[in-house]
């Protein structure tokens, strides 16, 4: 109630979000299996996977560069970041307390909480305050549970989330794309790292040794994505050489990751990591890129654990159907596979997607939609949810191990 009340103190009465309704606080929706197929029909899904591609294309072939200057909505972002790995700092690990879940984390949390009205209040463009209610709990879910006290790839889409209503709102200039990932999301993924090993934060939904990473998969997607084209000569078997990967952990978001499980994971890498190691047989970038798109589909976006606890609100609408009708598409205007159906919510571009000259707006969600249009049809006789499938490089697992 706190928060709502200083969140609403900054959203003035009457104004309006992107499609022309007002602002509002985003809730879960998702309860059932049945729900995942509104969900992939829905402009939330089109908007949010769309942004993730459009990002992956950003940083094809691009290496972290280190404190270089940005837009001022990235420098903004970063400074917000840096606010709290500060208090971090402040927050100390309650010494004696036991191996998982160190409860200073919810104190932590409790001062993200206190302050993060006026963090998302910086950030987003002028004019637009009144949308600080509808993304200040996607910020509030990006760091992991305070009552659980653990992280996973749920948290880290609620930031991604939080990335792609700004975007919804007109924040990230066409030059800017490349800079969420590589400065902003890489600033991101240092302090969840840093809150997971001051905290002890347990995996949320973690697959152990046959899960790609405890607790982040974006990183992977958007790391290989880099890796095409690079000028390094890098290849997949790089994974596995540690010495590469050591070289290389400061450019590029992959090699960082694994970098990471080396620190917080001992014994041999074939057996904590199987599927990363697996993926160093795999010919070339390109085709672990696309297959990470795959796992993060079925893994990530459309299971059920995962997404039912993600939060949509006017930005990222989902319209479920009363139970017994058939799934609405909102991403494409039709309802229940009938084009033209009066029920059917008529699509809204983004701002900048608009074109001049006035005229019916062409059904598109956003600009990065162009090249994510078309989603993976939903499996039959699952309710909409995709099976536990591993990567297309992991259907033939190497006939023998190296020795430890």
Known sequence: PHLASNCNSMAAA???GVDGGAFEVPVARISEPQHIDSFRASQACAKLRGFIVALND?????????????SPIITKLVALIDRLDGLVDETPPVAGS???????FKAWHGKLSDCVCDLVADVVPDGKNPAVIELTPYLLDSFGNATRIDYGSGHELAFVAFLCCLGLLDAFGPDDMASVVLVVFRRYLALVRKIQMTYKQEPAGS?????????????????AAQL???????????????????????????FGAVAHIRVVKSGPFHEHSRYLYDMSAVPNWGKINSGLLKMFDAEVLFKVPVIQHFLFGSLLPLRLPPRGHAVSNDSTGVLGGVPGNAGAMPPTAAPWARKGGGGAQPP????????AGTMPPPKGGTGGMMPPTAAPWAKKPRAKSPPP
């Open 98 to 104: 036991s191996r998982f879940g160190n409860p200073a």
């Open 364 to 371: 598109t969600a956003a600009p990065w939609a162009k090249g």
């Open 228 to 254: 095409i084209g690079n000028v390094q000569g890098l290849t997949p078997a790089d994974i596995i050489v540690e010495s590469s990967v050591r070289d290389n952990a400061d450019q590029h978001l992959f």
């Open 207 to 223: 697959h152990g040794v046959w899960g790609l990473d405890d607790h982040q998969f974006l990183c992977y997607y958007w790391g």
């Open 14 to 16: 009457g104004e309006r």
């Open 58 to 70: 950003a940083v094809k072939g691009k290496l972290m560069v280190p404190d270089v200057p940005g």
